[in-house]
């Protein structure tokens, strides 16, 4: 009896099947035919090799080929104290940005993560709560956004939302069997922002986020 390929007609580590299939019943864009799709790898997240056939703007058609990541979709939180002019960032330790040049790997980042198989308001306050602890009240949807379009098919959803100290709950720091070791910081919002400049805040989420509140957010109009 032969074996099956885990993810396509067995079971994969996840217990998941069909992941083939992906994209082959696409029909929004008559210029694109799907081929076919190859999974490359399912080890935890999706990998995928796609053929299709693409009509150029001069009519032609072309035929080509793209690896797609698949890691879910997530949402990110900005947490602001407008009072006190202040933002509650992470910090925690990313290997794919120590191996491409970050000294040390450590990123300072807004709060967020997957969404699982949450809605996205639900996603971010179950991330909020494990990353820093807090129990966060009203959240206020900002955006929606395609992180790394040309490989990644990830969609974030971008909120902000109020914190004070009297609704921490725990310690925060994230979950210990996911590998997570999660430092939080607070910062004053103008030395967030400098830091953007300085480099030191490398993260594109959490730049775009702190942009926002700056333009058209909580600390829209204020002097630096």
Same mark, same amino acid.
């Given at each position: 009896?032969?074996?099956?390929?885990?993810? /396509?007609? %067995?079971? +994969?580590?996840?217990?998941?099947?069909? *992941?083939?299939? $992906? #994209?082959?019943? =696409?029909?929004?864009?008559?210029?694109?035919?799907?081929?076919?799709?190859?999974?490359?790898?399912?080890?935890?997240?999706?990998?995928?090799?796609?053929?299709?056939?693409?009509?150029?703007?001069?009519?032609?058609?072309?035929?080509?080929?793209?690896?797609?990541?698949?890691?879910?979709?997530?949402?990110?939180?900005?947490?602001?104290?407008?009072?006190?002019?202040?933002?509650?960032?992470?910090?925690?330790?990313?290997?794919? /940005?120590? %191996?491409? +040049?970050?000294?040390?790997?450590?990123? *300072?980042?807004? $709060? #967020?993560?997957? =969404?699982?198989?949450?809605?996205?308001?639900?996603?971010?306050?179950?991330?909020?709560?494990?990353?820093?602890?807090?129990?966060?009240?009203?959240?206020?949807?900002?955006?929606?956004?395609?992180?790394?379009?040309?490989?990644?098919?990830?969609?974030?959803?971008?909120?902000?939302?109020?914190?004070?100290?009297?609704?921490?709950?725990?310690?925060?720091?994230?979950?210990?069997?996911?590998?997570?070791?999660?430092?939080?910081?607070?910062?004053?919002?103008?030395?967030?922002?400098?830091?953007?400049?300085?480099?030191?805040?490398?993260?594109?989420?959490?730049?775009?986020?702190?942009?926002?509140?700056?333009?058209?957010?909580?600390?829209?109009?204020?002097?630096?």
């Amino acid at each position: 009896m032969s074996g099956g390929v885990p993810g /396509v007609d %067995v079971p +994969d580590g996840r217990g998941r099947t069909g *992941l083939d299939r $992906a #994209g082959l019943d =696409l029909t929004g864009n008559p210029r694109v035919r799907v081929r076919e799709v190859r999974l490359l790898s399912s080890s935890w997240y999706v990998l995928r090799k796609t053929t299709f056939d693409y009509r150029r703007r001069d009519g032609g058609w072309s035929t080509e080929e793209r690896e797609t990541y698949d890691r879910g979709n997530g949402a990110t939180v900005l947490l602001y104290d407008a009072g006190r002019a202040t933002v509650l960032l992470t910090r925690q330790f990313r290997y794919p /940005v120590y %191996v491409n +040049d970050h000294p040390d790997g450590l990123l *300072l980042e807004t $709060a #967020g993560g997957l =969404l699982d198989d949450d809605d996205a308001e639900t996603a971010i306050r179950r991330e909020v709560a494990e990353e820093t602890g807090y129990d966060i009240g009203e959240v206020e949807h900002v955006f929606d956004v395609y992180m790394s379009p040309g490989s990644v098919t990830e969609r974030v959803h971008f909120f902000a939302a109020p914190y004070s100290a009297d609704r921490r709950t725990s310690e925060g720091g994230g979950l210990a069997d996911d590998g997570e070791d999660i430092e939080v910081v607070e910062l004053p919002f103008a030395k967030a922002l400098d830091m953007i400049a300085s480099g030191e805040i490398a993260d594109a989420k959490t730049i775009m986020l702190l942009q926002w509140a700056a333009l058209s957010g909580p600390f829209s109009g204020r002097e630096r």
